[in-house]
């Protein structure tokens, strides 16, 4: 069941996600004694882990913590690199118990995409925090998504509106400074999450929600994000903005 909870700010909705994830991060840990979770990056993210950073009665080195994706070529050091994100905005602040990052720079991208998926094949994902990108990618997995490989990461080329948004959120000066391509987790293994915490505020993501989101919208390779209507407990969380196009 595909859940959509929309607020009034981007602050709020930032909010909003991080107490629902809040909540199910405790009473798994609670459950089972601890949590394998899945972090996404990206400027949608922002209020989110703030948030969720500061909320209580989480007991973070109960948890264990697995990286969506990351772009093939760049050293953890670089102002775009997702580890260094998730370093400064999330691992840092919480401390969380087990932490397993790709390594975008490894010398053998595959090597790497393969020895992140073994880890990962090892624990059910408890949550998955993820976001929608303005071309409609789930993760890095962009449009046509592969919907069908049983991979648990993937290699993906990234196409013009992607690398264009990555230009748009500050990251890189110019198109020609983004990378082609990247490591991701596939569609597959993020619908394998138990359950799936998806944060996207602001205007410029409006189209993509309408298009994954509303709902007569098809579940189709070339909207990846609508293959969330088939989770069976996936929570949106939308600002006025992003769901603007949404009606009803």
């Known amino acids: 069941m595909l859940e959509i909870r929309v607020s009034s700010t ?14 199910v991060l405790r ?13 996404a990056t990206g400027a949608s993210q922002f209020e989110f882990l703030d948030f969720l950073c500061r909320a209580e009665g989480i007991d973070w080195t109960r948890t264990e913590m697995f990286h969506l994706d990351e772009y093939i070529g760049i050293s953890a050091n670089h102002p775009a690199s997702f580890r260094k994100y998730l370093m400064e905005r999330l691992i840092s602040r919480v401390h969380p118990g087990k932490i397993h990052l790709i390594e975008g720079d490894a010398p053998n991208s595959d090597a790497e995409r393969k020895r992140i998926s073994k880890l990962i094949s090892k624990e059910p994902i408890d949550v998955a925090f993820v976001g929608i990108g303005e ?18 990461y993937i290699i993906v080329n990234l196409n013009e ?15 020609d400074e983004v990378p082609k391509a990247a490591i991701s987790m596939s569609t597959k293994q993020i619908m394998k999450s138990n359950s799936i915490i998806c944060t996207c505020p602001d205007k410029r993501k409006a189209e993509a929600v309408r298009d994954c ?5 098809p579940v189709t390779p070339m909207h990846p994000s609508s293959i ?3 989770h069976d407990k996936c929570y949106v969380f939308l600002d006025k903005q992003s769901a603007s196009l949404l009606g009803r």
Do not use: M
Not at 29 to 38: D, G, L, R, S
Not at 161 to 175: A, D, L, M
């Open 213 to 217: 989101r509303s709902k007569d919208a």
């Open 228 to 230: 969330l209507k088939q």
């Open 27 to 39: 009473g798994v840990i609670t459950a089972k004694k601890k949590a394998c979770f899945v972090a």
């Open 10 to 23: 981007k602050l709020e909705n930032g909010r909003a996600a991080a107490e629902k994830a809040a909540e």
């Open 135 to 152: 071309n409609g990618h789930l993760a890095f997995n962009d449009p046509p998504a592969d919907f069908e490989t049983e991979e648990p």
């Open 161 to 175: 509106k992607c690398r264009i948004q990555q230009v748009g959120e500050g990251w890189f000066h110019s198109v």
